[in-house]
């Protein structure tokens, strides 16, 4: 399974950007992904799910509102859409899928998942 990752730049405070992460290697509409962010210093956390279905989807309190995940699985992909971003959203952004098929609930922990993006920073000045 191969994760690609892409979309990360530098922005302003209060801009917009939009995460992409292409998979291959298996059946991507079979399969939950999720979007983690690291920081310096930081440990790697959550910032959101998406059922493999993409009915349902999952998000850290601190992205609620402002971000919005969403999957094409005609493409392989899935999208993360930031608006309003703050300097405290500056981190490397990485994909993640589990290494189980049809999960009803992603997983919010990256020990949840076994496969992982190279990861695409972002940036946001002040």
């Known amino acids: 399974v191969q994760l690609q990752a892409s979309g990360g730049g530098l922005v302003q405070a209060g801009g917009s950007l939009r995460l992409s992460c292409t998979a291959s290697?298996?059946?991507?509409?079979?399969?939950?992904m999720g979007w983690f962010r690291q920081a310096p210093g930081k440990e790697r956390e959550f910032v959101a799910a998406?059922?493999?279905?993409?009915?349902?989807?999952y998000y850290a309190d601190s992205v609620k509102g402002r971000f919005t995940i969403s999957r094409d699985n005609a493409k392989n992909t899935m999208y993360l859409q930031m608006n309003s971003l703050k300097p405290e959203d500056t981190a490397v952004y990485y994909c993640?899928?589990?290494?189980?098929?049809?999960?009803?609930?992603?997983?919010?922990?990256?020990?949840?998942?076994?496969?992982w993006g190279q990861g695409t920073q972002v940036t946001v000045s002040s």
């Open positions: 993640a899928t589990p290494p189980r098929a049809f999960t009803l609930v992603p997983g919010t922990n990256p020990r949840d998942y076994d496969y």
């Open positions: 290697g298996r059946t991507f509409s079979m399969y939950s």
């Open positions: 998406i059922r493999w279905s993409g009915g349902s989807t």
